[in-house]
């Protein structure tokens, strides 16, 4: 791939001014992908060619960039570029054809990523994803694409039926009001029912959001996700999974992985630490972090924490 194309895209003015999370984007755009347009956005432009580009994949099925905003961070010595997955966000609108759920496969979001490298001609990327974005990351890496240099697996999904059984644990440590609404609302298929959303509810309070997640405004003004492609993808919660990719996991591949790995999860995370220690441990060159006192939404939580970890991991293992 030849970088020289990013830069004739669009014809813009870069400033060297300090990386923070709320900066606005060097450059900004969409890309035809299978089936529309996704948009993205880079910062870190001067550092385009020189270090590898972080291509950083959002969670759902159905979520946006806006939970990935503390990448923008690293955008001091890498170019950094979010983006909303085809359906999504800023990318809903650029849908072919709305009722075409066709794209709404792992494959799909998985080739987005090679159409992000050859339109933004990425020779050398480091992929990040957190949930289902590490889903992503995962399936890319164990492609071993050329000028792939390492992978951020942040709070994972990378085995469906693992995930429901670490949740059922997780489940079985709450008080039995909320268990007894859980079992008794997915055995009756009623989901909306307000006694399972408060039980929904008392579970993210624990495992989402365990010491409480911070609102920096990175979704103010934002464009909301697909909630018809989460459902249909994967289920009513985080911890029922119906969906799609309920029989999903790639941990079978993750000995094949040939470049460094970072498995980061909180400590009372849906993708729990054992589960995260126990698949880190298959990846030939991986390091495992777990973020103390964090439940699922680990950059919301601890954002200082994650990205410094983040950018150790990238310095030591880039040298």
Same mark, same amino acid.
């Given at each position: 791939m030849n970088f020289i194309k990013a830069f004739l895209m669009v014809a813009i003015a870069v400033f060297t001014i300090p990386a923070g999370a709320h900066q606005d984007p060097d450059q900004s755009g969409y890309i035809q992908v299978d089936g529309g347009k996704i948009w993205y956005r880079m910062n870190g432009l001067e550092h385009l060619g020189k270090t590898p580009a972080i291509i950083a994949m959002h969670g759902g099925p159905g979520g946006t960039h806006r939970g990935l905003m503390p990448y923008v961070e690293l955008s001091d010595t890498y170019p950094v570029i979010l983006y909303d997955q085809l359906g999504n966000g800023m990318s809903a609108k650029f849908v072919d054809d709305p009722s075409d759920r066709s794209t709404w496969t792992v494959e799909h979001f998985v080739k987005e990523i090679s159409q992000i490298r050859e339109a933004l001609g990425l020779d050398e990327v480091i992929i990040a994803g957190h949930s289902w974005g590490g889903t992503l990351s995962a399936e890319y890496a164990v492609k071993n694409e050329e000028g792939l240099r390492a992978a951020i697996f942040?709070?994972?999904?990378?085995?469906?039926?693992?995930?429901?059984?670490?949740?059922?644990?997780?489940?079985?440590?709450?008080?039995?009001?909320?268990?007894?609404?859980? =079992?008794?609302?997915?055995?009756?298929?009623?989901?909306?029912?307000?006694?399972?959303?408060?039980?929904?509810? /008392?579970?993210?309070?624990? #495992?989402?959001?365990?010491?409480?997640?911070?609102?920096?405004?990175?979704?103010?003004?934002?464009?909301?996700? =697909?909630?018809?492609?989460?459902?249909?993808?994967?289920?009513?919660?985080?911890?029922? /999974? =119906?969906?799609?990719? /309920?029989?999903?996991?790639?941990?079978?591949?993750?000995?094949?992985?040939?470049?460094?790995?970072?498995?980061?999860?909180?400590?009372?995370?849906?993708?729990?630490?054992?589960?995260?220690?126990?698949?880190?441990?298959?990846?030939?060159?991986?390091?495992?972090?777990?973020?103390?006192?964090?439940? #699922? /939404?680990?950059?919301?939580?601890?954002?200082?924490?994650?990205?410094?970890?983040?950018?150790?991991?990238?310095?030591?293992?880039?040298?």
């Open positions: 942040g709070s994972p999904l990378i085995s469906t039926p693992q995930w429901v059984a670490d949740n059922r644990e997780w489940i079985s440590q709450m008080p039995k009001r909320y268990q007894d609404a859980i =079992n008794k609302h997915e055995a009756a298929g009623t989901f909306d029912d307000p006694e399972y959303r408060d039980a929904e509810r /008392a579970f993210y309070d624990r #495992h989402m959001c365990h010491s409480g997640c911070v609102d920096r405004g990175f979704r103010d003004n934002a464009k909301g996700g =697909n909630r018809d492609m989460y459902q249909t993808m994967w289920g009513p919660s985080e911890f029922t /999974a =119906n969906g799609t990719l /309920a029989d999903y996991d790639i941990s079978p591949q993750l000995h094949t992985v040939e470049v460094p790995v970072l498995m980061i999860c909180g400590e009372f995370d849906e993708a729990a630490p054992k589960s995260c220690k126990k698949f880190a441990d298959m990846v030939p060159d991986a390091t495992n972090v777990v973020v103390p006192q964090a439940g #699922h /939404a680990i950059l919301s939580e601890e954002k200082d924490m994650v990205v410094s970890t983040i950018r150790n991991f990238l310095a030591k293992k880039l040298k």
